[in-house]
């Protein structure tokens, strides 16, 4: 059993992770605290993706020196699997981008109604729609 | 029987949507072109119908198919007898409640007339695509669409009443529209067809179960346009729409588009075969008998013209349904010519009922004293009405009625002969008070004895219709050879 | 020849289009408009050629590159694919159209990044349903999603907080799918849908495929706002801008549909989907639900948009039903439905849209108030028409899609779900009857029914035609198409179907 736990240990760091951010987009009213969760949970499964390219036994980072021109397959079995890597290089532009996008609303709707507290917002839209 | 190819079915049905689209474009700008519109369409209309008459007696029957939307599914037109008798009853009359529209809604001054003609034209476009259908599916759509555009006649008048009444139409004509879809759905499922075949085609294809359920859901979802009880309550409550509507629509052609997809479904869907083996004939018999008494005690206790007749209309509807229900030759034929000649008695009785409004604004019975002096002729097409509908030649309601008690003695059941009688001495029990107060009751105060008729719009297409079913009574195979084709579909029904 | 180049014309030209039309507007408005039209229209034409090329040759597999899959991406057209292409882009184009007058009443200083956004959202959504890769489906999620939430901000009072929420769930949403994709991954190796799908079958007794298969339906559930994960749906579009609620509403839902089928009968097996782990079970009892739910709510709305929004997630719950049904009618009940809902939603949001550009308010109680029969007779014209197909009146198309599904289900002997079908219509008829009647028949002050015709002062002010030509060819396709569905889907839904239904 505790084999089981350490042995998937990623697993585990990613899952907590995921869940502190879970919890704060859910459970926290304050705009910011939200992005901050949602920022914590994406990065938690950016993490997880990272984890599964590594390989036992002091595999390295997939950067071969000076062998520009000629390359032997065999080598692969050093290196860590690149693929994740290069998806997760996607997703943490996305990642980024979705903050970006989120900060400017975050920023226009403090223009708007002086509050990042999310119940107060709705307190002023339902004054404001009678 | 041959079958021939023929756009015929599709003109008669375009005929009238190209003339709601002109009375849309002419709009309130010229009143006399947007009448002539409805007028020449339905002019035409019954020109089409007619032609098909010579070929439809020969034996042919015309298709015309209009898309294919599966192997068993198509939108197809299929003129037969029965469709045809369906159909001139409709169009015919059409031209009749055209003329009387035209007085009715100027007499009145009424608003929102371009919408009126417009659904109008679109209602008897449908209801031709009713009585052309090859199969339930062509069936059910032009169905759908009747409801559709009776709706804003219904609430035409805009009252709360009038929104109400057409909340109540709405509610029981599209949930016995989704029924329909469903049964049609499983009927399709069990079959791969959905086709109608004189003598039915659905015997032995699944469970008794299942269809004696589909029987019992397919009679009663039609049944509710049909006004069968305890699903009548629509039709008194419709009764807040103008008059012209009633008359066409709530006399004539929705609730004779509910019998004639009741019969529909009796005759070419499940058939006589069926219906004798799993005794289910004698049931729905009794079921509608109940229809055909009670409607009766209710009219006795109505004092408003309208909802009196729509009591009689409820009555007489379930009389067409007992006759297709007995499964006798003389029976489904009573029943088939109680469609078309019922029509003519029904559609008069409502005019007369609008011409009253209209001259005097009087919607009782009780107000009526006296009212034969002012307007003899229109009082005196509602007698001839009257007559008709109990039953007593020479009117054309007697020819129908003698078949209709012929076919329940080759039944042998004297139960129903019973319930025929009865029925049309409940019929002169509640019309004769009308005719008797009209004529020989001392005029109230306000009540001016000289002669006064309603316009001469109304009163021409209403003395026509009354003079119809004279002529009817004593030729009944006239002009368009009703006899003639009612035996034809029962000798295709019964199998020759 | 250009017609090979139509997989990847589809999503280049947009995309450059997008980029340039930002930097154009930088300093003249008005080309905006007109480039963002011309690239939606390159893209209809290219999405009609991949169709034909497909109805022709079958199933187009595009090297981006020229790399060879499963190591590459690749773009697969099948059946399926093709005719959403074509719905996609269509409904994009003709919203583009209409969307002109409204912009310019609604943020006349941001139209250049409202269209630049609004044609990236377009190719978002086609890209998605053109890609063969799971992982590249996630980045044009991901395009999609963050278009969507820019343009959902741009809109009225309550637009920015209502796009934050959906900002925090689409995220959720996307992230599952993310983790999905990830998990199986991580047991296969690859990332391209028919590799996956030729490899998964030695593996669907593993933990990691059940678990991957649960991420990918919640996070798909989430961006097709399934009931019960459809809680971001009905503030964000009501408070959209109208064209964006128009074409969002129309596609992205039926987006993420393609993409449940995509997961569910060609990633997995049918055989996973449905015998193996009971999920097309639980999602058909689930879309019952959403067509209840969806139904019921809309008839307590006071607002036209909210209304319709709910409208919306019943129709979610109808292409679902569809799918979970997985036999041959059912689905393509669903596929039919996807096309009909398309331009059904489309309709009734632009009409939305454009009563609001007429008159600034879409409080259904001051319709008849507003005489909105006698001012803008052709826009609630539209809106009947359209209201019946949502009904499933014949001959609109929405009711031959509603009987495909009804076939379907009396097929799998589901009875309830053909009874919650048939409760459903007559929901939406109470729902849709309320607001025609508003707006025709609902009692004037005083009450006069002989009146006669008067031409009183209500003279009529129709929406401007570059708003009422787009709605009436979405109107005509309602008519025309249901009529045509039998063609349609002996054309082409009939191969879009998975051969063992």
């Avoid at chain 2, 023929?6 to 849309?24: G, H, W, Y």
């Avoid at chain 3, 209500?458 to 570059?466: C, H, K, L, N, T």
Wanted: charged share 10%; glycine share 8%.
């Amino acid at each position: 059993m505790i084999e089981y736990i350490i042995a998937k240990y990623n697993y585990w760091i990613y899952i907590v992770l995921m869940m502190i951010g879970f919890y704060a987009m859910i459970g926290k009213t304050n705009l910011v605290k939200k992005l901050l969760g949602m920022n914590i949970f994406q990065w938690a499964i950016i993490l997880f993706y990272v984890s599964t390219g590594s390989k036992k036994g002091g595999a390295t980072i997939p950067i071969v020196m000076g062998a520009h021109g000629h390359y032997d397959p065999a080598q692969a079995v050093q290196f860590l699997n690149p693929l994740p890597h290069c998806l997760m290089l996607t997703a943490i532009v996305v990642g980024v981008s979705t903050t970006g996008v989120a900060l400017a609303l975050v920023i226009m709707i403090y223009r708007r109604y002086h509050t990042l507290e999310e119940d107060e917002i709705l307190e002023i839209l339902e004054t404001s729609r009678k | 029987m041959d079958v021939v190819n023929s756009i015929k079915p599709l003109l008669a049905i375009m005929v009238s949507l190209v003339a709601a689209c002109l009375i849309l474009l002419t709009g309130d700008r010229s009143k006399n072109l947007r009448e002539s519109w409805t007028i020449l369409a339905s002019v035409a209309k019954f020109i089409i119908v007619a032609s098909m008459i010579p070929s439809v007696l020969k034996g042919n029957v015309l298709e015309y198919t209009i898309i294919s939307l599966a192997p068993g599914l198509s939108l197809q037109f299929r003129v037969d007898a029965f469709g045809l008798l369906f159909g001139i009853l409709a169009s015919t009359l059409w031209i009749a409640t055209s003329f009387y529209s035209i007085g009715y809604m100027r007499g009145l001054n009424e608003h929102a007339q371009t919408r009126y003609f417009f659904c109008f034209a679109i209602a008897l476009s449908a209801t031709m695509g009713i009585a052309f259908s090859a199969n339930l599916l062509t069936l059910f759509v032009f169905y759908e669409i009747l409801t559709m555009a009776t709706y804003p006649l219904v609430a035409h008048k805009e009252t709360p009443e009038a929104i109400k009444g057409g909340r109540k139409y709405l509610t029981y004509t599209l949930t016995a529209g989704v029924v329909i879809l469903l049964c049609m759905a499983i009927i399709y499922r069990l079959t791969g067809t959905l086709d109608f075949k004189p003598g039915g085609f659905m015997a032995g294809n699944a469970s008794a179960d299942m269809l004696r359920f589909l029987f019992v859901a397919l009679v009663m979802s039609f049944g509710v346009k049909a006004a069968i009880m305890p699903l009548h309550e629509w039709l008194p409550t419709a009764m807040v729409a103008p008059t012209p509507v009633s008359a066409l629509l709530h006399a004539v052609a929705v609730v004779k588009a509910g019998v004639f997809g009741v019969l529909r479904v009796i005759l070419y869907v499940f058939g006589p075969t069926f219906l004798h083996d799993t005794g289910l004939w004698i049931q729905l018999a009794y079921f509608v008998s109940f229809t055909i008494i009670v409607s009766c005690f209710f009219a006795l206790a109505q004092d408003n013209i309208k909802r009196r007749l729509a009591f009689s209309t409820i009555n007489n509807l379930s009389i067409v349904i007992l006759g297709a229900a007995l499964l006798s030759a003389d029976a489904i034929k009573g029943g088939m010519l109680h469609i078309a000649f019922h029509g003519f008695m029904k559609i008069t009785l409502f005019f007369v009922a609008g011409a009253i409004y209209v001259k005097t604004h009087k919607e009782n019975v009780s107000e009526l004293d006296g009212l034969g002096r002012q307007m003899p002729l229109t009082m005196g097409s509602f007698a001839v009405g009257a007559m008709g509908v109990a039953g007593i030649p020479p009117t054309c309601g007697f020819i129908s009625k003698w078949y209709l008690c012929l076919g329940s003695l080759e039944a042998h059941e004297i139960v129903f002969l019973f319930v025929f009688l009865a029925s049309a001495l409940l019929d002169a029990a509640f019309f004769f008070p009308i005719v008797y107060r009209a004529f020989f009751k001392k005029p109230k105060e306000d009540v001016n004895p000289s002669f006064n008729e309603a316009p001469l719009f109304m009163v021409i297409p209403l003395m026509a219709t009354a003079v119809t079913s004279l002529v009817l009574g004593i030729f009944p195979n006239a002009f368009v050879h009703f006899i003639e084709i009612a035996t034809l579909a029962v000798k295709n029904i019964l199998g020759g | 020849m250009i017609s090979d180049q139509f997989p990847a014309l589809i999503i280049v030209f947009p995309l450059v289009t997008a980029f340039f039309i930002n930097i154009v507007g930088w300093w003249w408005k008005k080309p905006c408009f007109y480039m963002s039209v011309l690239a939606l229209t390159v893209s209809f034409i290219s999405s009609i050629g991949i169709l034909n090329t497909v109805l022709i040759q079958g199933t187009i597999h595009y090297k981006l590159g020229g790399w060879d899959p499963p190591w590459g991406i690749e773009y697969v057209v099948d059946h399926l694919n093709a005719f959403i292409l074509v719905i996609v882009s269509f409904v994009g184009l003709i919203v583009g159209i209409y969307s002109k007058r409204s912009v310019e009443q609604d943020f006349p200083q941001k139209i250049p990044q409202f269209y630049s956004v609004y044609t990236l959202l377009v190719m978002g959504l086609l890209g998605m349903t053109i890609t063969g890769d799971a992982f590249n489906l996630y980045v044009l999620l991901e395009i999609t999603s963050l278009a969507s939430y820019a343009l959902i901000a741009m809109g009225e009072d309550g637009a920015p907080l209502a796009s934050f929420n959906y900002v925090i769930m689409g995220t959720i949403g996307a992230c599952f799918y993310l983790l999905g994709v990830g998990y199986l991954y991580i047991v296969t190796g690859s990332l391209n849908m028919a590799d996956l799908s030729e490899l998964l079958p030695k593996l669907y007794h593993s933990k990691a495929v059940l678990v991957a298969f649960a991420f990918f339906l919640i996070g798909i559930g989430i961006k097709m706002a399934f009931f019960p994960l459809h809680v971001w749906l009905p503030d964000a579009y009501t408070h959209a801008p109208s064209s964006v609620s128009a074409f969002v509403a129309g596609t992205m839902t039926k987006v993420g549909a393609y993409v449940l089928i995509r997961v569910l009968f060609t990633i997995f097996r049918p055989y996973f989907s449905i015998e193996l782990i009971p999920a097309t079970t639980v999602l058909g009892w689930t879309a019952v639900a959403a067509m209840m739910y969806g139904c019921i709510l809309a008839i307590a709305q006071r607002d036209l948009k909210r209304m319709l929004c709910y409208i919306l997630i019943a129709e979610v719950g109808y292409i679902v039903l569809g799918i979970s049904m997985a036999n041959r009618m059912g689905l393509t009940g669903a596929i039919l439905h996807i096309m009909n809902d398309a331009l059904m939603m489309a309709c009734l949001f632009s009409v939305a849209g454009a009563i609001m550009y007429k008159i600034g308010n879409r409080d259904i109680t001051n319709f008849r108030d507003q005489q909105l029969n006698k001012k803008m007779p052709f826009t609630m014209a539209a809106f009947t028409i359209t209201a019946l197909s949502v009904i499933g009146i014949p001959p609109t198309c929405g009711f031959f899609s509603k009987w495909y599904l009804v076939i379907g289900a009396i097929d799998a002997q589901q009875w309830v779900f053909a009874v919650a079908l048939i409760l459903s219509s007559l929901l939406s008829a109470v729902v849709f009857f309320k607001v025609i009647e508003k707006i025709y028949f609902k009692p004037r002050e005083p009450v006069n029914p002989h009146n006669g015709e008067t031409h009183e002062d209500v003279v009529m002010d129709e929406a401007p035609m570059s708003m009422l030509i787009p709605i009436y060819i979405m109107v005509g396709g309602i008519l025309i198409l249901g009529i045509l569905s039998g063609k349609i889907i002996s054309t082409v839904i009939q191969f879009a179907i998975p051969a063992s239904f």
